[in-house]
């Protein structure tokens, strides 16, 4: 028997908490010789009856947590998961996001350890110091599994990583889940319109600002459109008083984060990923599963939608690739060509995307992922 744990701070959040659910759920359930385990920081009751023997850390910080006595808290939980992977007679332990990846390297005690690599790390060095932290992770793991090749390039780059210590292995894609009410907002509000949707966090690096205004070039022309935007954050009043100010309260509107996004989804036109950066865009894969036409900006999806030549291509102007279309970054006019052109031509390419979503079946990522651990 192989014993394998999961370890990152939340159950819930975005695409790595939802892949060690998933991987960690399938391994459980289809492989007899393997016992998977999920390691937690913070619980999460609603999520944990869904997932297998999870596991929680008794040591954890709050927001009455003093700044000083954080790092003391990081030291109990390298003790304690220490502990835990002896208890458990751990043999790979595989962290996501870079806090779990330190505290997994720290805790080392014989066992493999690898590091998964959600994000484009280099845009996200607030201080010297995360460098510092995440350089440590990549040089004591035995390996590194990068969500995308667009991160691995970023590891080899800009942190000095060897290329042979990094597998790319993609997000899995699930089955679309059964359809359930969106809110009645939304339903009014899609009535009688051309639907874009948005779904993401409300966060700087999603760029939603610079979809807002792409959509009020294509609002002056194009008079039965609508923008949705589902996702919270720390951008939404910003990006509500953009809306405000470009007399677009009619046109735009803001849904909040919903638990299940593909019921947004499959009632749009159009998606479109507007993010200055993403390491592999969830949203995006699941806006194809839905049968959307996609719109994204170089650096967040080319990698997706242009997929055999993304590498070389310098994307200064709309480009209609494979899966979809590719435009520049922050670039406002671009964007909302792309976005007419959509409107006007009704450009498809869920077909083609068929052969891509394929490939992301849960059963072949985590054949790849058992290829790393084993």
Not at 113 to 137: A, G, H
Request: some cysteine; proline content about 3%.
């Amino acid at each position: 028997m192989k014993n394998i744990m999961f370890f990152t701070h939340h159950l819930w959040g975005g695409g790595a908490e939802k892949t060690v659910c998933n991987i960690s759920n399938y391994i459980n359930r289809n492989y007899v010789d393997i016992k998977s385990y999920v390691c937690v920081v913070y619980d999460e009751p609603k999520i944990r009856p869904d997932v297998d023997n999870v596991i929680v850390l008794n040591n954890k910080t709050t927001s009455k947590t003093l700044i000083v006595l954080k790092p003391l808290v990081i030291l109990k939980q390298i003790k304690e998961l220490r502990n835990i992977k002896r208890k458990n007679n751990i043999d790979v332990c595989i962290s996501f996001l870079p806090g779990a990846d330190l505290i997994n390297v720290s805790s080392k005690v014989g066992e493999k350890t690898i590091v998964s690599v959600r994000n484009v790390e280099s845009f996200f060095l607030t201080n010297p110091f995360k460098k510092v932290y995440d350089q440590y992770s990549y040089k004591r793991c035995d390996k590194i599994v990068a969500v995308s090749n667009n991160v691995k390039r970023d590891l080899v780059d800009n942190f000095g990583v060897n290329e042979d210590k990094i597998t790319t292995i993609y997000n899995a894609i699930n089955p679309v889940p059964e359809e359930k009410k969106c809110i009645k907002e939304y339903i009014d509000f899609i009535q009688d319109k051309y639907i874009f949707i948005n779904v993401a966090r409300l966060a700087k690096e999603k760029n939603q600002d610079v979809l807002i205004k792409a959509f009020y070039n294509v609002a002056k022309d194009k008079h039965n459109v609508g923008l949705v935007i589902v996702g919270a954050g720390s951008e939404e009043k910003a990006l509500k008083e953009l809306v405000k100010k470009l007399e677009l309260e009619d046109k735009v509107l803001f849904t909040g984060k919903q638990p299940n996004p593909y019921d947004y989804l499959k009632k749009a036109n159009a998606f479109v990923l507007s993010s200055q950066i993403e390491g592999m865009p969830n949203t995006l894969l699941e806006a194809m599963q839905c049968g959307l036409p996609c719109i994204a900006t170089a650096n967040a999806g080319a990698e997706v939608l242009a997929p055999s030549d993304y590498n070389d291509k310098v994307y200064d102007k709309m480009t209609i690739e494979k899966y979809g279309i590719v435009v520049p970054n922050e670039n406002v006019d671009e964007l909302a060509k792309a976005m007419i052109l959509q409107y006007e031509k009704n450009i498809q390419r869920s077909d083609y995307a068929r052969e891509l979503l394929d490939e992301l079946s849960v059963e072949k990522i985590v054949r790849q992922w058992l290829d790393v651990i084993m």
